[in-house]
């Protein structure tokens, strides 16, 4: 018998927002390389996010394991772009000063009349 060497496909697929995510998930790869790094195994992956099978797992990792630099590269990206989101939200909810306007609240509530 032959063994029939082909190309893999990769297991991942770029949203129209430039997210990448494990095809046929909305498991994104930073999800299972944050996972990896912190030392889960692709089976615990794979227990852990049942949509994604053991196979995409290691898929996924060996992409990583084969081109660290752009996949770190890209992760900074999201990070950065997560942070400005996240930035813009809590500008938008008037966060800043939240905590002293609740206690201010509580002790209104608090005082006896």
């Known amino acids: 018998m032959t063994l029939t060497l082909e190309p893999p496909v990769l297991p991942m697929t770029l949203t129209p927002h430039g997210v990448v995510l494990v095809r046929g998930t909305r498991v994104p790869i930073e999800t299972l390389i944050t996972a990896f790094l ?3 195994t692709p089976e615990e992956m794979a227990q852990n996010f049942p949509t994604v099978s053991v196979a995409d797992a290691y898929a996924v990792i060996a992409y990583y394991l084969q081109h660290q630099t752009a996949v770190e590269r890209y992760l900074e990206e999201r ?6 989101v996240q930035d813009r939200v809590e500008a938008q909810q008037q966060l800043h000063g939240l905590r002293a306007r609740l206690l201010a609240r509580q002790a209104e509530h608090e ?3």
Do not use: E, L, M
């Open 111 to 113: 005082t006896p009349r």
């Open 79 to 84: 990070g950065q772009r997560r942070a400005k």
């Open 38 to 40: 912190q030392g889960d």
